[in-house]
């Protein structure tokens, strides 16, 4: 998990920041995206894809990584920004300001996935690297526990969609809701999913 730091390591570089998001998927919601920078040569086998965690264990790893890390920045954007540009634009520009927000300054950055982000930073993507880089999965932690903690509180404003469970994802629960409800103010309005006309709004993913 440490492979691709430890090249960056050797050519040089002296502060590396994993970069991922969680939420791009979802039919309701902020995306969020988190860069974490961890010590040299910092090990953990216990952090990996936040995806292959328990919601317990992703908690636990929170606590741990805000107290061990270097420095962690976050940044949410909102379902309004994704419908106004795309999910792709809201996503990386989410990831730019992560890098920025972070208390030390990277000089290299490992992306999760396969664009970079429109920083002038030394950068390095890597498809799958929530699971082949222990930054990018500790920034995959920290970034999901943060927006699952954003659904819950939009669970309690709008308790119909079961914001909760779902986390604004187009479950059959979820797809049910809003045909039976229509749609509230976090939804995003530019994904369209077929048959929902009788809500008088369309979701296109």
Same mark, same amino acid.
């Given at each position: 998990?440490?492979?691709f730091? @430890? ?5 040089g570089? *002296? ?5 991922d998001?969680?939420?791009r998927?979802p039919?309701?919601g902020?995306?969020v995206a ?9 090990l953990?086998?216990?952090?990996k894809?936040?995806k292959k ?7 636990e ?8 890390a270097?420095a ?16 792709l634009?809201? #996503?990386?520009q ?5 890098v920025?927000e ?9 992306i999760d996935?396969n664009?970079?982000?429109p920083i002038?930073?030394?950068q @390095?993507t ?8 222990i930054s990018?999965?500790?920034a995959?932690?920290m970034?999901?526990?943060? $927006? ?9 404003q709008f308790? *119909?969609?079961?914001?909760? *469970?779902? @986390?604004?994802y187009?479950?059959?629960?979820h ?10 103010k976090i939804? $995003?309005?530019?994904?369209?999913? @077929?048959?929902l006309? *009788? #809500? ?6």
């Amino acid at each position: 998990m440490d492979t691709f730091e @430890k090249i960056a390591y050797q050519e040089g570089y *002296q502060f590396i920041a994993g970069i991922d998001e969680a939420g791009r998927g979802p039919l309701a919601g902020p995306v969020v995206a988190a860069a974490v920078i961890l010590p040299h040569d910092y090990l953990n086998p216990e952090i990996k894809d936040s995806k292959k965690l328990s919601a317990f264990k992703r908690e636990e790893l929170y606590e741990t990584i805000n107290k061990e890390a270097v420095a962690i920045g976050m940044r949410i954007v909102d379902a309004e920004v994704i419908d106004h540009y795309n999910i792709l634009y809201a #996503t990386l520009q989410a990831m730019r300001e992560a890098v920025l927000e972070l208390s030390t300054m990277p000089d290299f950055l490992l992306i999760d996935g396969n664009h970079r982000v429109p920083i002038t930073t030394p950068q @390095k993507t890597i498809v799958k690297g929530d699971s082949l880089s222990i930054s990018i999965a500790a920034a995959s932690i920290m970034a999901k526990v943060n $927006r699952d903690r954003i659904m819950e509180m939009y669970h309690r404003q709008f308790p *119909q969609y079961n914001f909760q *469970q779902n @986390k604004g994802y187009g479950t059959k629960e979820h797809l049910d809701a809003i045909r039976k409800f229509g749609i509230c103010k976090i939804h $995003r309005k530019s994904f369209h999913v @077929k048959n929902l006309h *009788q #809500t008088n709004f369309e979701f296109n993913i």
